[in-house]
């Protein structure tokens, strides 16, 4: 079976610090993936996609990126956070295009 | 931002008695549809998904009902019952699409 793992689980960091989430996808071969950010109380906002290896789509200008050097690993990272990037930040992947997307456990992002 | 949307907020539902959770979408192209389930602090769950070539589906408890003429969509939740109590979510996208667009999310509570 397929499993999703997304760590660390919480997070709490400062203004202007580095950030890097990792999640990675167990029991499958070339999954689309995807990074969500759920804000307190909202529904989910697309950040990244990936269809392969080194392939990265962005939905949303930010300060955040993305990378997948894996087929089963993609990352979220950023060089310098801001108040504005706390929120859950959910990974999820999929099989094909028009599929259902599973997700993973979640980070609880906190910047101070 | 998004293109599906929930008629209401929250919905209070007795044990026992049937739910019915609705969800509005505005992009006539969009064929699939997913319903899913969050508890607090965890990713969503896939409860039941549809496509366009269909107007109702049924799971255990759940049916999932599609009226593309209005492009609305609906989740019943049969004999609903404590563990039901979460927020849900409906997403939809269309063909050769990646991205799930999502709705703000309806926040069920079931009373004891």
């Known amino acids: 079976s397929q499993t999703i793992h997304q760590w660390p689980a919480t997070l709490v960091q400062p203004v202007g610090s580095p950030l890097s989430l990792e999640c990675t996808v167990e029991g499958t071969s070339n999954p689309n993936l995807y990074w969500y950010r759920q804000a307190a109380g909202r529904g989910l906002q697309l950040l990244f996609y990936s269809v392969g290896i080194g392939q990265i789509s962005s939905e949303v200008p930010q300060n955040l990126s993305a990378s997948r050097p894996q087929d089963r690993q993609f990352i979220l990272s950023s060089k310098k956070l801001l108040l504005s990037d706390s929120g859950f930040y959910l990974c999820?992947?999929?099989?094909?295009?028009?599929?259902?997307?599973?997700f993973g456990p979640g980070t609880r992002l906190t910047v101070l | 931002g998004e293109n599906v949307g929930l008629h209401l907020p929250t919905l209070s539902v007795q044990e026992g008695d049937n739910s019915i959770i609705n969800c509005a979408y505005s992009n006539s192209a969009s064929d699939y549809f997913i319903w899913y389930k969050q508890e607090s602090g965890k990713g969503p769950q896939f409860i039941i998904d549809?496509?366009?070539?269909?107007d109702k589906r049924q799971g255990q408890r759940v049916t999932v009902l599609l009226n593309k003429t209005v492009k609305h969509l609906s989740l019943q939740i049969a004999a609903t019952q404590p563990g039901d109590s979460a927020v849900y979510f409906c997403a939809e996208t269309q063909s050769n699409d990646y991205k799930l667009s999502f709705g703000a999310g309806t926040t069920v509570t079931v009373r004891a």
């Open positions: 999820a992947w999929s099989r094909g295009a028009v599929d259902e997307q599973f």
């Open positions: 549809i496509r366009s070539n269909m």
